[in-house]
């Protein structure tokens, strides 16, 4: 099975600096065919159930503010928030989905604060 | 719009058994594959379960193989996940979700509300 894990698993910026979340796989999840990497990231508001905020690693899901962006081929990708607002408090989640239906593994989570 | 609503969360006893619900609405339900994840108490999440839109095709997590059993009915718009001998380790907060992507390789989005599963004598 493929592990994904995240770093740092906490994270504190002040409002309006860049947040940068780092995801990694235990293999590539960069499918060859296709050029495509099989990687999602959600965010999870306190008290609310995950929201989808990227797929293929750099996709932006519609209504998702352009501030959020995905980067990162094959191991390694980032998730970048880059001027920090208040309703972004929030744990981050990358998922990957190449290595299927064995299991869809998700990273364990990113906890973003306000400093 | 989209909406998926779970019930049938509650406490059961080790060994017990539950039967989750899960009703969708806004989309052409039986045209999408559907999933269960599940979060555990203040912990990552972890996915469950995995249902084609009309086919039939389904999987599990090895953590819950032989005890979960996912089904679904299109004419009721409706996921189903039947838990038996259930454990300690399976209490958490139950995620209906629906799975967009190509076959198999799928995401999640949207995810319902959440319908928690406490397992305690």
């Known amino acids: 099975d493929i592990v994904m894990t995240q770093s740092p698993d906490s994270l504190a910026v002040s409002l309006g600096e860049r947040a940068t979340i780092s995801c990694k796989s235990s293999?590539?999840?960069?499918?060859?065919?296709?050029?495509?990497?099989?990687l999602a990231w959600y965010q999870q508001k306190p008290g609310q159930p995950p929201k989808l905020l990227i797929h293929?690693?750099?996709t932006r899901e519609s209504g998702v503010p352009d501030r959020f962006s995905g980067s990162g081929s094959g191991t390694d990708f980032t998730l970048t928030i880059s001027s920090l607002q208040a309703e972004d408090v929030a744990v981050y989640y990358c998922?990957?989905?190449?290595?299927?239906?064995?299991?869809?593994?998700f990273g364990q989570g990113t906890k973003l604060e306000i400093k | 719009q989209v909406q998926l609503v779970e019930s049938g969360g509650g406490l059961v006893k080790p060994g017990g058994s539950l039967r989750l619900s899960c009703a969708a609405s806004?989309?052409?339900?039986?045209?999408?594959?559907m999933s269960w994840i599940r979060q555990a108490p203040g912990k990552g999440l972890e996915w469950v379960s995995y249902?084609?839109?009309?086919?039939?095709?389904?999987y599990y997590a090895d953590s819950v193989k032989g005890r979960f059993t996912i089904s679904r009915d299109n004419a009721k718009d409706s996921l189903y996940l039947q838990m038996n001998s259930l454990r300690a380790e399976d209490t958490a907060v139950y995620y209906c979700?629906?799975?967009?992507?190509?076959?198999?390789?799928?995401?999640?989005?949207?995810w319902g509300q959440g319908t928690l599963v406490t397992v305690s004598s």
């Open positions: 293929w690693a750099s």
């Open positions: 249902i084609g839109g009309s086919d039939n095709t389904i």
């Open positions: 806004g989309f052409t339900f039986s045209d999408y594959y």
């Open positions: 998922q990957q989905y190449y290595n299927t239906p064995s299991m869809y593994t």
């Open positions: 979700v629906r799975a967009h992507g190509d076959g198999l390789s799928v995401w999640f989005d949207p």
């Open positions: 293999q590539s999840v960069l499918y060859s065919s296709n050029n495509m990497n099989y």
